[in-house]
């Protein structure tokens, strides 16, 4: 399991294999070990072309090193966990009490409640993620999923408006914010947060969980899943 915080931890007047180089000594990996490690990451993420670029003059995410460092500091490379720092809870508690200055009543019970919905949508999210990743080789094509993929999938589910509401302007739409998997995410948490359970949403978002991270496994799977077959017989 590697284990990556979110506060910049690497050296920015080195390359980026230079950097992988240092945190896998640290590790106590061999010089072998490392480079073999290092050269399997770098070939599997498409990333090669950047080993001798200088992590100061990387554009875009320069806390994407610290995960490829994660991953090659771990052998085998099982998970791989980030943190969030506090300032992004704050906008969600003042959210909170927002709500409750307009009179919405929230049982003090469902903040317990809500705990296992939360780890179990969060955890079927995840699952999805890794499943778009394993299809992705190039780092730039993250951006295409942010912009096609997963924006959508908010907006078309039921985290701003009812689906009564919807399916009263469009059956279609409707019909379609049904299938997403993110409308039963955002109404298992909804009811928990009640002390209420939702069956409906509670299957599907288990079933999508089982089925994400199956076809996740399957697709970074280095002898039959997507990366396999990306690569070609050849190589």
């Not at 320069?62 to 992004?88: E, F, G």
């Amino acid at each position: 399991m590697g284990v990556v915080f979110q506060q910049p931890t690497l050296d920015l007047d080195l390359t980026v294999v230079q950097n992988l180089r240092y945190f896998a000594a640290m590790q106590g990996k061999t010089r072998r070990a490392a480079e073999s490690r290092i050269e399997l990451e770098l070939d599997r993420l498409a990333l090669e072309e950047f080993r001798h670029q200088n992590v100061r003059q990387l554009s875009g995410d320069i806390d994407a090193v610290s995960r490829w460092r994660a991953l090659c500091c771990t052998n085998p490379p099982c998970c791989c966990w980030t943190n969030r720092p506090l300032d992004w809870t704050f906008p969600h508690a003042s959210a909170l009490l927002i709500a409750l200055a307009f009179g919405i009543d929230i049982p003090l019970a469902g903040f317990v409640t809500v705990v296992p919905a939360l780890i179990l949508s969060g955890l079927t999210l995840g699952a999805f993620g890794l499943l778009l990743s394993s299809s992705i080789r190039q780092l730039e094509n993250f951006a295409g999923m942010m912009n096609f993929v997963i924006v959508p999938m908010f907006f078309m589910s039921s985290a701003l408006y009812p689906l009564r509401k919807i399916q009263e302007s469009s059956v279609t739409l409707y019909q379609v914010c049904s299938a997403n998997p993110f409308t039963h995410a955002v109404e298992l948490i909804r009811f928990a947060l009640y002390s209420r359970v939702n069956i409906e949403a509670l299957v599907f978002t288990a079933f999508a969980l089982v089925l994400f991270q199956g076809l996740a496994l399957y697709g970074y799977s280095p002898a039959k899943g997507i990366m396999r077959r990306k690569a070609g017989p050849g190589d």
